[in-house]
């Protein structure tokens, strides 16, 4: 009887310690980051390819498309971190073949576009950045910061 | 930390001081505004620590900068340096708060980190630095 209620406290210990660890992470539904990394890939894609279409625009655009594309390995790595439970929905996304990126009708509108998109990727980083837990504070502050840089690139 | 962070705006705001004199004209409306933010910012972490009773510590009468400054170059590294000590300083505090209980502070350093991002375009290329945005700000691998 003792030795079975032994066992059983501590089969009722162990699943309680699993479930407080799972319990915080694994929330429903999609990771918030997953947002912003959607957007960061985009614009990655949509940059080397006006870069590709636009040679004039590659000084500016190469390095944009660098930044997003380190934007999303970081928020990807995050979301891995965080949530195991959405890595395999996060590779996914990124081993799919990106949409082609519908080549801008001139430079001026690509950078237009694109300007547009990192604005919008700015403001998206920093709102959630005043909401999340510290430690991803710090990335999402540091992403609308580059994106703010990039719109001013773009000027 | 957030002592950190107002020490490098005391010490942008002296950085701004001393580059004016090196810079080109053309510069001098964005100048004038990044000095500006930093005075303002500085302003309110002063009364963020005087709500809290502490005495905010005053500026140093004067920084040693890494390199001396004797042309437009090198007065604009030493602008890009001030802002990527900014960026630092704030995206530190920025890992360090609650959502719930720092929602000021959260806001600050946003808005320090993307001033320091935006600004730093016109001095990183005046001095040559590439690329002319960091993909992480105040991250500290930047140099």
Known sequence: ???????????????????????????????????????????????????????????????????????????????????????????????????????????????????????TARDGAGALALTVEPSRCGLLTSVAASCAGHVTVLG | MLLTALGTEHAAIWVYGLVSAFLPASTATGLAAA???????????????????????????????????????????????AEDDVAAAWRAVAERTEAATGGELRRLALGAVTAAATVSVTWRDLAGRTPLVAPFPGDGSET
């Not at chain 1, 009887?1 to 660890?21: H, Q, S």
């Not at chain 1, 694994?26 to 870069?51: C, I, K, Q, W, Y």
């Not at chain 1, 395999?88 to 300007?115: C, H």
């Open chain 2, 35 to 81: 000095s500006l933010a930093h005075r303002e910012r500085r302003d309110a972490v002063v009364a963020l620590l005087a709500r809290d009773g502490i005495a905010a510590p005053p500026a140093a009468a004067a920084y040693r900068p890494p390199s001396p400054v004797t042309d437009a170059a090198s007065a604009a590294g030493l602008a890009a340096v």
């Open chain 1, 1 to 119: 009887m003792l030795r079975g209620a032994g066992a059983l406290a501590g089969l009722l210990t162990g699943v309680t310690a699993a479930g407080t660890l799972a319990g915080c992470a694994r929330p429903e539904g999609p990771d918030p980051l997953e947002e912003p990394l959607a957007a960061a890939r985009d614009d990655a894609v949509t940059a080397a390819a006006a870069a590709a279409a636009y040679p004039e625009l590659a000084g500016r655009l190469t390095p944009l498309s660098r930044a997003r594309r380190a934007h999303a390995d970081a928020l990807a790595a995050e979301i891995r971190r965080a949530r195991p439970d959405r890595t395999a929905t996060v590779d996914a996304a990124a081993g799919a073949t990106p949409a082609p990126a519908r080549p801008a009708a001139s430079a001026a509108a690509a950078v237009t576009a694109l300007r547009r998109s990192l604005g």
